[in-house]
């Protein structure tokens, strides 16, 4: 069974750093495109960051692009997310994700939340 | 950037009716389209990739049409289960606003 568990969200301050972390199971992590997606409270989804395999693609959201830093661990069929000068308007619930081929997102994980404010 | 606009922003229907969901892409995105249901409090749940390719498990009630910038997602009679909100999402990939299905 394919699982995907964030963790390391919580409440930070405007300005600071968080790390959050996906662990995978159920399926071979180093053959597949990983993603962050958020949502905001009471918003929609919004797509943040992608990872390729191998690292070799990694891409941003314009909102977060300079700040947030996306990465993965084969070994350890992880996936990161390392979030600096955080700011009021990255507080939400963040998704990890698995991309097939095609880029759509068949598994998520149960999300883990963030909450930026003094 | 490719926009994704969906329509209505939100609905009421009543259990057994036909439903229809509307996504609109900025420019053509061939048919590379997918929809998502999710719940209050929940993970989103892929419904429908590549624009009308059933994801597995997912009831044959749903089906999703379109090409190019129009695409449908349609639920063939509403179910109590199917309350929900519905996203819309090219493969660039960028979201659309969400259609949330409410009871009449």
């Known amino acids: 069974e394919v699982q995907l568990v964030e963790s390391g969200g919580g409440l930070v301050k405007p300005g600071g750093s968080l790390r959050l972390s996906c662990a995978a199971s159920?399926?071979?992590?180093?053959?597949?495109?990983m993603n962050w997606v958020r949502q905001a409270p009471g918003k929609g989804l919004e797509w943040v960051s992608s990872?390729?395999?191998?690292?070799?693609?990694?891409y941003y959201a314009d909102s977060v692009k300079g700040r947030f830093t996306i990465s993965r661990d084969n070994a350890k069929n992880s996936l990161y997310l390392q979030m600096n000068s955080l700011r009021a308007e990255d507080t939400a619930v963040y998704y990890c994700?698995?991309?097939?081929?095609?880029?759509?997102?068949?598994?998520w994980g149960q999300g883990t939340l963030v909450t930026v404010s003094s | 950037d490719i926009q994704m606009t969906q329509s209505p922003s939100s609905l009421s229907a009543s259990v057994g009716d036909r439903v229809t969901i509307t996504c609109r892409a900025s420019?053509?995105?061939?048919?590379?389209l997918n929809w998502y249901q999710q719940k209050p409090g929940k993970a989103p749940k892929l419904l429908i990739y590549?624009?009308?390719s059933l994801q597995s498990g997912v009831p044959s009630r749903f089906s999703g049409s379109g090409s190019g910038t129009e695409f449908t997602l349609t639920i063939s009679s509403l179910q109590p289960e199917d309350f929900a909100t519905y996203y819309c999402q090219q493969s660039s990939p960028t979201f659309g606003g969400g259609t949330k299905v409410e009871i009449k």
């Open positions: 994700a698995r991309a097939s081929a095609l880029y759509y997102f068949d598994y």
């Open positions: 990872i390729s395999s191998s690292s070799s693609y990694i």
């Open positions: 420019q053509s995105i061939s048919s590379y």
């Open positions: 590549a624009a009308s």
């Open positions: 159920g399926f071979t992590f180093s053959s597949y495109s």
